[in-house]
């Protein structure tokens, strides 16, 4: 467990310096979203979500982490909120994949 956490500790620091260079390194930004998602560090993770999207609005999976975040909060109609934004998101670009996953979420939550 430890060593876990030290591992994601490091992760974390490495993507910093990433963003540190190059902020508007998407895949830097949902990396470190995923971490701080994974320590239960959900405000910070939500913060890389929403950056991410200030960066790259079609980020269509940026929507999906982030709903799956508010979930897990116990924030239903904040992550509902999330993933009809990212549905039609997905649908814009053409994600069809992104946008069932989001799709089955949404139903989950609404159920």
Same mark, same amino acid.
């Given at each position: 467990?430890?060593?876990?956490?030290?591992?994601?500790? *490091?992760?974390?620091? &490495? +993507?910093?310096? @990433?963003?540190?260079?190059?902020? #508007?390194?998407? !895949?830097?930004?949902?990396?470190?979203?995923?971490?701080?998602?994974?320590?239960?560090?959900?405000?910070?993770?939500? *913060?890389?979500?929403? &950056? +991410?999207?200030? @960066?790259?609005?079609?980020?269509? #999976?940026?929507? !999906?982490?982030?709903?799956?975040?508010?979930?897990?909060?116990?924030?239903?109609?904040?992550?509902?909120?999330?993933?009809?934004?990212?549905?039609?998101?997905?649908?814009?670009?053409?994600?069809?994949?992104?946008?069932?996953?989001?799709?089955?979420?949404?139903?989950?939550?609404?159920?």
């Amino acid at each position: 467990m430890c060593y876990v956490l030290l591992m994601s500790a *490091e992760r974390m620091e &490495t +993507l910093k310096s @990433i963003l540190a260079q190059e902020p #508007n390194n998407t !895949f830097a930004r949902y990396a470190l979203g995923m971490e701080y998602s994974s320590t239960g560090e959900a405000e910070l993770a939500l *913060e890389q979500f929403r &950056t +991410l999207l200030q @960066i790259d609005p079609n980020y269509a #999976n940026a929507f !999906f982490m982030g709903a799956q975040v508010l979930q897990h909060a116990q924030r239903i109609p904040e992550a509902i909120q999330w993933l009809n934004d990212g549905i039609s998101c997905a649908d814009r670009v053409g994600n069809r994949h992104a946008s069932s996953e989001m799709q089955s979420l949404l139903e989950e939550l609404e159920s």
